[in-house]
């Protein structure tokens, strides 16, 4: 990626998300002059490892970004919407993990391996999409470009870490409170997670559908440049650590059997096929954790369908539904020599 260094940031470092980002950063090799790690002043004083070093958590303030080429934020819609306009202020691409700008129409929402060619060059904001959406997509791309996907039916089964450290904990408590047969203590979500399933993430609007599930709806449709492509989301809670995943179904305007899709997606940018189900081969969140790739198995057709396939679809929702993507639009933009 050439010797040229940049000064970074990460906003939220201390978070759930902000701990993956200088994770993959320094896996990744990203190629870091000065990092610089930034949350509220309640994490004052703590201390985060980024190559061997010690570097401390600074306060996020409105100076933060003085001489910062690049700031990967994960702190939320409202820190987002205050800050990342000073930051781009002050001359740096804000790479911005919230929801705060992802259907702004200036803004461009980009999954690398999907849409790169959206990225924009100079100090602006581009905007990581939802966790749930970007694994689909990924898996989608190859499809949609063959055969054109006229519908998207999906469900997914996410897992307590998109909701963040809290929920973690809490899902760790419940488990110990029920084998005790203990009453499970309840704070993060309305009921008990633990050996349950909550078809609830995000608020309920007047549709019927949740937050989480209209995002996947506009998220896709702006990602695929396809404001009348049809999608359908149920989004689902489950009492798994890390790892989301999907069962799609798409309906494709030109035939496309399941052996096509599998050749195809064997060799999309991203993507790794586990799909040998007389071998029990399949994806599973256990498969995913600690990877960037999009694991993609359980290809077959839907002959309830013209022209359908389903198929099962699992990522690290921290990783490449969040903290990887982030860093491979960086990545992407140094390659374009856009920073």
Not at 116 to 123: K, N, T, Y
Not at 134 to 145: F, G, S
Not at 216 to 244: N, W
Request: glycine residues 8%; charged residues 20%; contains cysteine.
């Amino acid at each position: 990626m050439g010797a040229k260094s940049y000064n970074v940031a990460v906003v939220g470092a201390t978070g759930a998300v902000g701990n993956q980002m200088i994770q993959v950063l320094e896996e990744r090799n990203f190629p870091v002059k000065e990092i610089r790690l930034l949350a509220s002043a309640r994490s004052l004083g703590k201390v985060l490892n980024f190559k061997g070093k010690s570097i401390p958590v600074e306060e996020l303030r409105e100076d933060s970004f003085k001489g910062v080429d690049v700031a990967l934020f994960s702190a939320g819609s409202g820190v987002s919407k205050k800050f990342g306009p000073l930051a781009v202020s002050a001359g740096c691409v804000v790479i911005d993990n919230s929801s705060a700008f992802r259907m702004d129409a200036n803004v461009p929402l980009v999954v690398p391996e999907v849409n790169g060619d959206a990225i924009r060059g100079g100090p602006g904001i581009i905007a990581n999409p939802n966790c749930s959406t970007i694994q689909m997509v990924v898996a989608l791309k190859p499809i949609h470009d063959a055969a054109g996907i006229r519908r998207i039916v999906v469900t997914t089964f996410q897992a307590v870490s998109g909701t963040g450290k809290r929920a973690i904990e809490e899902l760790r408590h419940q488990v110990s409170e029920v084998l005790q047969g203990k009453p499970a203590t309840r704070e993060v979500y309305p009921h008990q997670i633990a050996f349950n399933c909550l078809p609830h993430i995000g608020a309920f609007l007047d549709n019927g559908f949740t937050e989480e599930e209209m995002k996947m709806v506009h998220e896709t449709q702006k990602i695929f440049s396809d404001p009348g492509l049809r999608v359908c989301a149920t989004t689902v809670r489950v009492p798994v650590y890390h790892g989301h995943s999907e069962s799609v179904n798409v309906e494709t305007q030109r035939p496309l059997s399941a052996e096509e899709a599998r050749e195809l997606l064997s060799r999309a940018e991203g993507v790794k096929v586990m799909d040998d189900p007389l071998q029990f081969q399949y994806p599973m969140p256990l498969d995913a954790e600690g990877k960037d790739d999009t694991l993609v198995g359980r290809i077959r057709q839907d002959p309830s369908v013209e022209n359908g396939l389903a198929m099962w679809v699992v990522a690290d929702n921290i990783r490449k539904g969040a903290a990887s993507n982030a860093v491979q639009i960086a990545e992407k933009m140094i390659q374009r020599n856009l920073l």
